[in-house]
């Protein structure tokens, strides 16, 4: 007797933003460098990867990116990393203002706290307009030769917003302020244009969109600011030089950029108005997509139930989705209400029906939570018996403001 296995369909990873699926080609090549760093040591590891920095990575980086011929690439272990290190050797003092967005993401904005209260500059941050987006007309009216630095994500880590880091250069340019752009959650899967944006420092991390390994990221660095900076402090001799990645890592960083230079040429089906569609159809699901411009990312939240509750029954339906918390992005979720909320992101594998078995499963999980349809018995004579009244479900609490204290 013939017995047919049933044919299980793969999961469906909506994480690209976070760690999303590394390509086997790229797990290969970590895997072998690190078995041959085991076998023959760390030396024999570092000699085998040089050639392929030297000639490889920063040209493809460059490529990805384009950089202009005075900019330099260099290999980090992660875009906060780098952005961390830069500021510890930024030149500001008690006159200067800094500007950061309600964007913002906990690890640049840790970095940007420490340098204020190092400092004691002056830390602004840029507001929104009526839809969500970075105000640009205040931007233009108050920059002025006291702002030392802007630093804006092109893409944040907890929605999809994109915001318009082209037209804040342009905006900057004629002026002192040093401009600092974080595309990790953005290169891989929106075109990053370093010339065109104008940045002085621009940072991102290797895996996310590009999937490339953790623990490798990039950045670029304009001569502007290379001058600008102090020499960093002496390093402690048994110690490795900070933000250097695993040879081993930036040999799989370099198998990703291949394969998304081969990705990247061949036509692709933009699916993020259908991602949307499906969570919005949903009863009871509120989108966390501020602005205007959104792409490949999408957060939302259920009225009724938790985030882990959400991702997990979507787990068991074949879903993989990532939980986001409210200090991932301290100046603006907390200010919403929004304690935890999902994330799904695209990835270059995401098809049409991926996003169409999430509306199925998200819709199976919610429509499964919903109370039965209570049916009342009727009294002799077919009059229905009267009902208690049940009382109404209490709207949300009012959602305060966050003031950042200076």
């Given at each position: 007797?013939?017995?047919?296995t049933?044919?299980?369909?793969?999961?469906?990873?909506?994480?690209?933003?976070?760690?999303?699926?590394?390509?086997?080609a790229?797990?290969?090549?970590?895997a072998e460098?690190?078995r041959?760093?085991?076998?023959?040591?760390?030396h024999?590891?570092?000699?085998c990867?040089?050639?392929?920095?030297?000639?490889?990575?920063?040209e493809?980086?460059?490529?990805?990116?384009s950089?202009?011929?005075?900019?330099?690439t260099?290999?980090?272990?992660?875009?906060?990393?780098a952005?961390?290190?830069?500021?510890?050797?930024?030149?500001?003092?008690?006159?200067?203002?800094?500007?950061?967005?309600?964007?913002?993401?906990?690890a640049?904005?840790?970095?940007?706290?420490?340098?204020?209260?190092?400092?004691?500059?002056?830390l602004?941050?840029?507001?929104?307009?009526?839809?969500?987006?970075?105000?640009l007309?205040?931007?233009?009216?108050?920059?002025?030769?006291?702002?030392?630095?802007?630093?804006?994500?092109q893409?944040?880590?907890?929605?999809?917003?994109?915001?318009?880091?082209?037209?804040?250069?342009?905006?900057?340019?004629?002026?002192?302020?040093?401009?600092?752009?974080?595309?990790?959650?953005?290169?891989?899967?929106?075109?990053?244009n370093?010339?065109?944006?104008?940045?002085?420092?621009?940072?991102g991390?290797g895996?996310?969109?590009?999937?490339?390994?953790?623990?490798?990221?990039?950045?670029?660095?304009?001569?502007?600011?290379?001058?600008a900076?102090t020499?960093?402090?002496?390093?402690?001799?048994?110690?490795?030089?900070?933000?250097?990645?695993h040879?081993?890592?930036?040999?799989?960083?370099?198998?990703?950029?291949?394969?998304?230079?081969?990705?990247?040429?061949?036509?692709?089906?933009?699916?993020?108005?259908?991602?949307?569609?499906?969570?919005?159809r949903?009863?009871?699901?509120?989108l966390?997509?501020?602005?205007?411009?959104q792409?490949?990312a999408?957060?939302?939240?259920?009225?009724?139930?938790?985030?882990?509750q959400?991702?997990?029954?979507?787990?068991?339906?074949?879903i993989?989705?990532?939980?986001?918390?409210?200090?991932?992005?301290?100046?603006?979720?907390?200010?919403?209400?929004?304690?935890?909320?999902?994330?799904a992101?695209?990835?270059?594998?995401?098809?049409?029906?991926?996003?169409?078995?999430?509306?199925?499963?998200?819709?199976?999980?919610?429509?499964?939570?919903?109370?039965?349809?209570?049916?009342?018995?009727?009294?002799?004579?077919?009059s229905?018996?009267?009902?208690?009244?049940?009382?109404?479900?209490?709207?949300?609490?009012?959602?305060?403001?966050?003031?950042?204290?200076?």
């Amino acid at each position: 007797m013939n017995v047919q296995t049933p044919q299980v369909e793969r999961t469906v990873r909506l994480d690209a933003a976070t760690a999303g699926h590394t390509p086997a080609a790229v797990r290969t090549v970590v895997a072998e460098l690190l078995r041959r760093e085991d076998e023959y040591g760390t030396h024999e590891l570092e000699e085998c990867v040089e050639d392929i920095v030297d000639n490889e990575v920063h040209e493809r980086l460059g490529t990805l990116l384009s950089v202009p011929a005075t900019g330099v690439t260099s290999l980090v272990t992660g875009g906060a990393d780098a952005f961390r290190e830069t500021l510890d050797r930024l030149p500001v003092g008690p006159g200067d203002r800094v500007w950061t967005t309600p964007y913002e993401d906990v690890a640049r904005l840790t970095a940007l706290f420490a340098l204020r209260d190092r400092t004691r500059c002056r830390l602004d941050v840029v507001p929104l307009d009526a839809h969500g987006d970075l105000d640009l007309e205040w931007m233009a009216a108050q920059i002025d030769e006291d702002v030392a630095l802007v630093s804006v994500a092109q893409v944040p880590a907890g929605c999809g917003i994109v915001n318009p880091v082209e037209e804040i250069g342009r905006i900057l340019a004629p002026h002192r302020a040093l401009y600092a752009v974080d595309v990790s959650y953005a290169v891989g899967h929106l075109p990053v244009n370093a010339a065109r944006i104008g940045a002085d420092l621009l940072t991102g991390d290797g895996w996310r969109f590009l999937g490339g390994p953790a623990g490798v990221g990039f950045a670029c660095t304009t001569p502007r600011l290379r001058s600008a900076l102090t020499e960093p402090g002496p390093a402690r001799y048994d110690q490795d030089v900070p933000g250097t990645p695993h040879s081993a890592y930036v040999a799989g960083l370099n198998t990703a950029l291949l394969l998304h230079g081969k990705e990247a040429s061949a036509p692709r089906e933009d699916l993020y108005p259908q991602l949307r569609d499906a969570v919005d159809r949903v009863a009871g699901t509120e989108l966390i997509a501020p602005g205007r411009v959104q792409a490949g990312a999408l957060a939302f939240r259920h009225e009724e139930l938790t985030a882990s509750q959400l991702r997990r029954e979507l787990r068991a339906h074949g879903i993989v989705l990532r939980k986001t918390v409210a200090q991932e992005m301290p100046l603006h979720l907390p200010g919403r209400g929004i304690t935890t909320a999902l994330h799904a992101s695209l990835g270059h594998d995401t098809t049409a029906r991926d996003i169409v078995r999430f509306a199925e499963a998200l819709d199976a999980v919610v429509s499964a939570h919903r109370p039965a349809e209570v049916v009342l018995p009727r009294a002799v004579g077919g009059s229905p018996i009267p009902a208690t009244a049940v009382p109404s479900r209490t709207s949300r609490g009012s959602r305060g403001h966050l003031t950042l204290l200076r």
